[in-house]
């Protein structure tokens, strides 16, 4: 399944110039760490949290889910926001999950920690960043936290808020551009 394209046209260096002087901590850029290892340069839809340190489980049962949110503007492609710890000793993502992530309608997912089967993941049409490539993965030990708030970097992400990903950076906002 190929997710929609989204609603509004969008760059993030436009929308950094618009928001450029936002006070009021709802337009957040992280930090320039993140590789692009999926087919899709660029992204965008509601977030879905993870978090969670060296095991994927909840990974692995958010992409083997349907990646898309009702919302008021109807079923959309969903982002999952993976506050992996920043950890660079396990992946959190690999091959078959981003081919799972893929079917199943998630525009993309953005972790705070490893990926592996990097050329499998670069077939994957879906956005995927990641901090590295790490072979090593995960133990399976079913821990973590699902739609809770995460700090990616330093910066706060929350379920619902919306993502832009483009080949300049991502961004995260309270509610989606209009078009």
């Not at 990903?165 to 991502?170: F, T």
Request: glycine share 12%; with cysteine.
């Amino acid at each position: 399944m190929t997710p929609p394209t989204p609603a509004a046209p969008f760059a993030t260096c436009d929308l950094c110039d618009t928001h450029k002087n936002d006070s009021s901590g709802r337009f957040r850029v992280l930090p320039p760490v993140f590789k692009p290892f999926g087919a899709v340069a660029r992204f965008c839809g509601p977030v879905v949290t993870v978090k969670c340190f060296e095991d994927n489980s909840l990974v692995k049962a958010a992409v083997d889910g349907s990646g898309l949110l009702e919302t008021p503007a109807g079923r959309v492609p969903a982002v999952l926001v993976v506050d992996g710890g920043a950890s660079l000793r396990r992946a959190l993502l690999g091959g078959n999950l981003g081919a799972a992530a893929a079917k199943n309608g998630w525009a993309g997912v953005v972790i705070d920690g490893c990926v592996r089967d990097v050329a499998e993941l670069a077939q994957c049409q879906v956005g995927i960043r990641a901090l590295a490539a790490m072979p090593l993965p995960t133990e399976k030990r079913g821990e973590g936290q699902r739609d809770v708030a995460v700090q990616i970097q330093g910066v706060w992400v929350y379920p619902g808020d919306w993502l832009y990903a483009d080949e300049d950076g991502i961004l995260v906002m309270p509610a989606p551009l209009q078009a």
